[in-house]
């Protein structure tokens, strides 16, 4: 009975003899805060896969200013007050580097709790690295020194399907679905904004939300959609609820298109197949196409070592992380910081820079479409985004009303 | 036991409990566990008052949790206005301190017992049970349609370091706030005791067995019902300021049927009968929601099973058990009895083995990870059958143990 | 406005009879056995995982049968080694017991088949349209699923008022303990029941998996509305419980098609508000998932027997 035990401390200490026989370049450990158990972690997961992923090419290249990078995972259930739980938790593992995206509610919760964590502890400071949570308010109102966001947030990828619908004379009718919660609204708000600016011809049939993750049948949507002889759909959704509306919309033969900013779901391909192919648009940071040789290399590789497909705004993210470690020669937060500022960086979409002013990375992007027979498919099968068309980063730009306060 | 020191057998748990208290942060250090401290305590006022419906009263209920929300939204929201008034230092709210905002979350959730208990207090049961799952749905549901109280997803978050300061009791790390949920804590168990000493507590367990017998006496079971909903779902609700000022965020979901159903897990699984068990249920369910998630993603399963253990074969839950083994002990015979206690609890130490070895195994097959396995040192190889042979005879031998023991229980008994 | 209608009717009905396959095992346990079986939807959702599971292998047909089957045997062996194991403490007990049962099975379920929707769907002939009305496809599908249901019913009225078992079964509904004076085996009937309405739950998740989605949550979404079905219907009636589905299913669909506010109605009704204040915006189709609750509440404070129901439970 006692031996587990015995095992178990032993395991310990040569764990702890091993942190300490590093000591000459100690690991610079980032938290991933994010769903990693439950429905909701088919979008944790990815991110955690991609991130130990790219930690391991970049410790071969040196790490962070010679510090091995490592990823910690840390489960919030998708829920702000656990992510709280888990914040303390990373914290108080002598964690300073954490990275969330999902939920914009989660965000919204870390962002007040990092900012008041480094005001009661000036000696000790933390950085939030998001890569989803795109909420426009983080990098506008709401912004902060600490908060580092590096995807488009909704109002300018907004901005680019608007554009693209401004180009196309065809859509008459656009409805919105989206799901009920600030950023179901902030969607659509921001496409009601913008197509009366780009197009007031359009007209908005339909503005409908629904609860969020708990619809299992979105027939009587369907049906609304298709009664109001809509072109163009929009929506925000992600997980479960992306999913089952492309499904449904197919099984009732609704062929209009649907643009998505989350139709890459791990899951929806699985499950959408081929009711999605030229159904289902998404606007990101890259596209299936994986023109870049090298990049295509990591996904096949991401893809047989952890069953995940590539998530090039993590890498990225990651990779500028590095950038900026080296840059200020240090892993301190405080300094890191204050080298992400401007940082400019090439990535697999194109140029990418840390804008100062509000720490919104400015960045290239795409919209695609879900195609079969692709030469890299997405979750092992042959289906994959192919590029429709790529917006630069100085068209996808917004301004910003961030006031950002400096540490001294 | 000696005439002479009766007077401190009722003192003695109290000035113990306030005892460990006191010195618990000599022991322990890092914030991390104060974390976990602070989280314990909040569930030992929730459980606690949980158990004033089911255990004392006799009321199942599966929406405890729209109390404990609501009281957290309460004193979150004071929390804000505290913050606001803080800029002009006029009003109420600018001398009212953050310490005292559990009583706010008292407040609330009394208020909203009040409010919507009266309908609910004519049954027990299961149309109780089902009136309050349907309550919990409801709030939890409807608390998504008005964000200005609720918040949306993101919920309702404040600053607790705001308002006036007493005797330097600042509230930044969790350290500090230690200081704040061990006092509430005592200050909510020692009141909640006193509840059952009171008549009306007394008259509750009358309701809980015998409900038609006061009706002929002349005490209408509703009545008293709706007295101890009101005061649980007070107690519930300062739980929840509790917790408004640990997380500074309130989520709906703290409103929820999961949050509901953690009060039962954590009552029933320390036992409904003895005063202390919720809370021997809620240090045990805490500490090992937050450990084991840690280590292995069945975290939530073997939580299941510790429950359906208990609610299977120990009705009277761990602190039914404690209970037993002092009563043996004041008689004396406790070591005629301890034999075969160690040996259904050596019993079930086997089988539980037997069943994480098992569980861990399929989640490594399923998932082809197992931090679980890799911590103890451990790379067990699940298509070897060597494994899956020390598995059954882990099984057999806690079976052949459970035999035994029992044999021996019944012979003694 | 009227394919509005037409689909709206369409979808409610089909809705509506899933719940009520899903809900009439449990009036059955319910009414026998008092017990209100937490855990119900967690065997509906184990008939939907094992036909996928089964389907890989033998096809869906086949797996239409074995599933339910597998199930009833599971719900069998829950009720000899389980339930009745902690009936002498009471239904309390019971409820607990089956309380954490369905976290076991649901967690299980999590780890068996991940936590990812499994592509459980249905064979390629049943999703060609039956029939195209206003552009809109209807599945060929969804109406065998409709027909299934409605044969359900069917046959469960008939074996309970017209067989022997059904007359047993009413029989020890009221009056126990004579049931077994004269000489019927009540734990075995039991048994025999609570495995059946374990069976047919699996049965709705085996129609309805390929319908909604097969996914470790779909228990937790639906138990909850399936309490209320048994509740409102009233304890022990099956046409209650079939009322209470087709009316939930109705008033779930309809809310959601509408595109109306509160303050709409108000307006409507000559009342003067405004229809974007915090109270009057709410849409009907954001109250929609919380009718069923509201009905709960509401049936259990003015008429706690519920629709059809002669017992209080």
Redesign the interface.
Same mark, same amino acid.
């Given at each position: 009975m006692v031996r587990p035990f015995l095992k178990l401390f032993a395991v310990s200490l040569v764990l702890l003899s091993g942190l300490a026989r590093a000591a000459d370049a100690e690991p610079v450990r980032f938290a991933l805060i994010d769903p990693l158990t439950g429905p909701m972690s088919v979008v944790g997961q990815p991110a955690l896969a991609q991130l130990q992923f790219t930690a391991e090419r970049l410790n071969r290249d040196g790490g962070m200013d010679g510090h091995p990078i490592e990823i910690v995972g840390y489960d919030n259930k998708i829920n702000p007050q656990e992510s709280l739980v888990q914040l303390q938790k990373a914290i108080d593992d002598g964690i300073r580097y954490i990275i969330q995206g999902n939920g914009s509610s989660v965000g919204s919760a870390l962002l007040s709790a990092i900012n008041k964590h480094n005001q009661r502890n000036p000696d000790d400071r933390v950085l939030y690295l998001n890569y989803a949570a795109i909420e426009p308010s983080f990098t506008n109102e709401r912004c902060s020194f600490w908060h580092f966001r590096f995807d488009s947030h909704v109002d300018m990828k907004m901005n680019m399907l608007t554009d693209w619908i401004a180009d196309n004379p065809d859509v008459k009718k656009v409805f919105l679905i989206n799901q009920d919660y600030s950023f179901g609204h902030t969607v659509s708000e921001s496409a009601m904004r913008m197509l009366k600016k780009k197009r007031p011809d359009i007209e908005i049939v339909g503005n409908t939300f629904h609860p969020l993750g708990k619809v299992k049948d979105f027939s009587p949507y369907i049906s609304k959609i298709k009664s109001s002889g809509a072109d163009v759909v929009i929506t925000g959704n992600w997980g479960q609820d992306i999913n089952l509306l492309i499904k449904s919309a197919a099984e009732y033969g609704v062929d209009v298109p649907f643009l998505t900013y989350y139709g890459s779901t791990p899951g929806t391909i699985t499950q959408v197949g081929d009711k999605g192919v030229d159904r289902v648009y998404l606007i990101a940071e890259y596209h299936g196409d994986f023109t870049d040789p090298e990049i295509a290399e990591r996904q096949v590789s991401l893809y047989k070592e952890k069953g995940w497909d590539y998530y090039p705004r993590v890498a990225a993210m990651l990779e500028m992380m590095k950038k900026a470690g080296d840059e200020a020669g240090s892993v301190d937060p405080l300094a890191v910081a204050k080298t992400l500022e401007g940082l400019e960086y090439d990535a697999a979409g194109g140029h990418l820079t840390m804008r100062a002013a509000d720490h919104q990375l400015q960045m290239p992007l795409y919209l695609s479409v879900l195609k079969d027979n692709m030469k890299y498919g997405a979750e092992g099968t042959d289906y994959n985004f192919h590029q429709v068309a790529r917006f630069d980063a100085d068209q996808a730009t917004l301004p910003t009303t961030c006031r950002m306060r400096r540490p001294d | 036991m000696n005439e002479s020191l009766s007077w401190w057998r009722p003192v003695a748990p109290w000035a113990i409990s306030a005892l460990v208290l006191v010195t618990l942060p000599l022991v322990v250090a890092g914030n991390g566990t104060f974390s976990i401290i602070n989280v314990v305590a909040i569930n030992i006022v929730f459980a606690l008052s949980y158990n004033m419906l089911l255990g004392q009263g006799g009321m199942l209920s599966f929406g405890h949790a729209v109390f404990f929300g609501l009281g957290a939204y309460g004193a979150i929201h004071a929390m804000n206005l505290i913050g606001e008034a803080g800029y002009d230092g006029h009003g109420f709210w600018a001398f009212f301190p953050v310490y005292l905002l559990p009583l706010v979350g008292f407040a609330c959730g009394a208020l909203a017992a009040l409010v919507v208990g009266w309908p609910f207090c004519r049954r027990a049961g299961t149309a109780f049970a089902m009136i309050t799952l349907g309550l919990g749905e409801l709030v939890a549901a409807g608390s998504q349609m008005f964000p200005t109280v609720f918040g949306g997803e993101a919920g309702v978050f404040s600053n607790r370091m705001v308002g006036p300061v007493w005797f330097g009791l600042e509230l930044a790390q969790p350290a500090d706030v230690y200081w704040f949920m061990a006092f509430w804590t005592l200050v909510a168990v020692f009141a909640m005791w006193a509840f059952t000493r009171t008549p009306l507590g007394r008259m509750s367990n009358a309701v809980r067995d015998n409900a038609d017998r006061l009706q002929f006496i002349g005490y209408p079971p509703r009545n008293l019902r709706f007295l101890v909903f009101i005061a649980a779902g007070g107690f519930a609700g300062l739980g929840g300021g509790m917790a408004a000022v640990n997380y500074e965020i309130v989520t709906p979901e703290s409103l929820g049927l999961l949050t509901s159903g953690l009060a039962l897990l954590m009552a029933a699984v320390g036992g409904l009968a003895v005063f202390y068990g919720p809370m021997v249920g809620a240090i045990l369910v805490t500490v090992m929601n937050s450990l084991l998630s840690d280590y292995t993603d069945a975290s939530i399963l073997y939580v299941g099973l510790v429950f359906l253990a208990v609610v299977m074969f120990a009705p009277g839950g761990l602190g039914g058990g404690i209970e037993q083994v002092r009563l043996a002990w004041r008689r004396g015979d406790l070591g005629a009895h301890l034999p075969g206690w160690l040996g259904g609890a050596l019993a079930v130490l086997l089988i539980a083995l037997g069943l994480v070895s098992t569980i861990e195994l399929v989640y490594q097959i399923s998932h082809g990870r197992d931090k679980l396995a890799r911590l103890l040192g451990l790379e067990p190889d699940p298509a070897s059958p060597l494994v899956w042979l020390g598995i059954i005879t882990l099984f057999a031998a806690g079976y052949g143990v459970a035999r035994v023991s029992g044999r021996y229980r019944e012979a003694r008994a | 406005?009227l *394919?509005?209608i037409v689909?709206?009717t369409l979808?409610g009905l089909?809705?509506g009879l899933l719940l009520f396959m899903l809900s009439s095992g449990l009036t059955l346990i319910f009414s026998m056995m008092?017990v209100?079986n937490f855990a119900h939807a967690s065997f509906y959702m184990l008939g939907a995982y094992f036909a996928y599971a089964l389907g890989l292998h033998i096809g869906f047909w086949p797996a239409l049968f074995l599933a339910p089957l597998l199930v009833a045997v599971l719900g069998a062996v829950v009720e000899r080694f389980?339930l009745r194991?902690?009936h002498e403490?009471g =239904?309390?007990?019971e409820?607990?017991?089956t309380?954490?049962?369905a976290?076991?099975i649901d *967690?299980?379920v =999590?780890?068996?088949?991940?936590?990812?929707?499994v592509?459980y769907s249905a064979p390629e002939a049943l999703?060609a349209?039956l029939f195209?009305l206003?552009?809109? %496809?209807?599945?060929i599908y969804r109406g065998v699923t409709m027909m299934i249901a409605i044969l359900m019913f069917v046959a469960l009225w008939f074996l309970l008022k017209k067989t022997r078992v059904g007359l047993m079964i009413r029989a020890a509904l009221t009056h126990g303990a004579m049931v077994g004076h004269l000489g019927h085996n009540v734990p075995r009937l039991f048994m025999g029941v609570f495995a059946f309405g374990c069976g047919l739950a699996a049965l709705a998740g085996v129609i309805g998996g390929p319908?909604?989605?097969t996914?470790?949550?779909?228990a937790q979404?639906?138990g909850?509305v399936v309490?209320?079905v048994v509740?409102v219907g009233g304890m022990g009636s099956l046409l209650g419980a079939f009322y209470a589905s087709l009316l939930i299913g109705l008033v779930q669909?309809f809310f959601?098609?509408l %595109?109306v506010s509160i303050g709409d109605l108000l307006n409507g009704l000559g009342f003067a508000v405004d229809p974007y204040g915090?109270?009057t915006g709410?849409?009907l189709?954001?109250?929609a998932?919380?009718t069923p609750?509201?009905l709960?509440?509401l049936i259990?404070?003015f008429r706690?027997r519920g629709l059809m129901g002669e017992l *209080?439970?």
């Open positions: - | - | 406005m *394919e509005v689909f709206s979808n089909l809705y008092g209100l389980g194991r902690v403490n =239904h309390v007990a409820l607990l017991f309380f954490g049962l976290y076991v *967690e299980t =999590h780890l068996l088949w991940g936590s990812i929707p592509s999703r349209p195209s206003f552009g809109t %496809d209807y599945s319908l909604l989605s996914e470790p949550g779909m979404s639906l909850p309490f209320v509740v669909t959601v098609a %595109d915090e109270v709410i849409t189709a954001s109250i998932p919380m609750f509201i709960l509440v259990l404070i706690p *209080e439970p």
